[in-house]
T-cell receptor, first 114, second 114 residues
Framework: DVKVTQSSRYLVKRTGEKVFLECVQD?????MFWYRQDPGLGLRLIYF???????EKGDIPEGYSVSREKKERFSLILESASTNQTSMYLC?????????????FGPGTRLLVL | GNSVTQMEGPVTLSEEAFLTINCTYT??????LFWYVQYPGEGLQLLLK?????DKGSNKGFEATYRKETTSFHLEKGSVQVSDSAVYFC?????????????FGTGTRLTIIP
């Protein structure tokens, strides 16, 4: 089974702190994604990556950056956390082979910025 | 651009009732369509998918048919159980030579009462 793990289930940070969210997948997937989930808004794509050291902006990249130094690991970085970044963050990965492909999700990290 | 509109919740049903959750989409080209489910405290997992018009996806008693003429992918189940209580997300995926994105609906919370 594909496994996508995220470094924390719950995280509390203060405004202005630098925050790292880590995601690791164990199936040699090419593609990795970061979403945020907010009530009434569904999931919105922040960033994605097709390969090591490659990244593409999603729909809401402002205030975020990402890093993919190894194929299995995709990090989301909040350079200076703000209260409007309080949300559930979901990481996903996919093999990278076509239109009907499944994305596999991690359990999520619920971030609270005070 | 691409978008997904799904039935607003919450939806509350009695056990063994018939379920329909509506989903319609707007997309250029020929997207693939997905239903994902999120059980309490967990990440999203794929429930079913369809990659071309008239395909029917099915899993765990749930079904959805890709209707190009009505741009719909409604989720149905003949007899729901308490264990089906979750949030359901409709999504479309458009893949074009490396450009892959999942666009999600806002989610429908389903509660089944014994």
């Amino acid at each position: 089974d594909v496994k996508v793990t995220q470094s924390s289930r719950y995280l509390v940070k203060r405004t202005g702190e630098k925050v790292f969210l880590e995601c690791v997948q164990d199936m040699d997937h090419e593609n990795m994604f970061w979403y945020r989930q907010d009530p009434g808004l569904g999931l919105r794509l922040i960033y994605f990556s097709y390969d090591v050291k490659m990244k593409e902006k999603g729909d809401i990249p402002e205030g975020y950056s990402v890093s993919r130094e190894k194929k299995e690991r995709f990090s989301l970085i909040l350079e200076s956390a703000s209260t409007n970044q309080t949300s559930m963050y979901l990481c996903a990965s996919s093999l990278g082979q076509g239109a009907g492909e499944t994305q596999y999700f991690g359990p999520g990290t619920r971030l609270l910025v005070l | 651009g691409n978008s997904v509109t799904q039935m607003e919740g919450p939806v509350t049903l009695s056990e063994e009732a018939f379920l329909t959750i509506n989903c319609t989409y707007t997309a250029t080209g020929y997207p693939s369509l997905f239903w994902y489910v999120q059980y309490p405290g967990e990440g999203l997992q794929l429930l079913l998918k369809a990659t071309k018009a008239d395909d029917k996806g099915s899993n765990k008693g749930f079904e959805a048919t890709y209707r190009k003429e009505t741009t719909s992918f409604h989720l149905e189940k003949g007899s729901v159980q308490v264990s089906d209580s979750a949030v359901y997300f409709c999504a479309l995926r458009y893949y074009n030579f490396g450009n892959e994105k999942l666009t999600f609906g806002t989610g429908t919370r389903l509660t089944i009462i014994p």
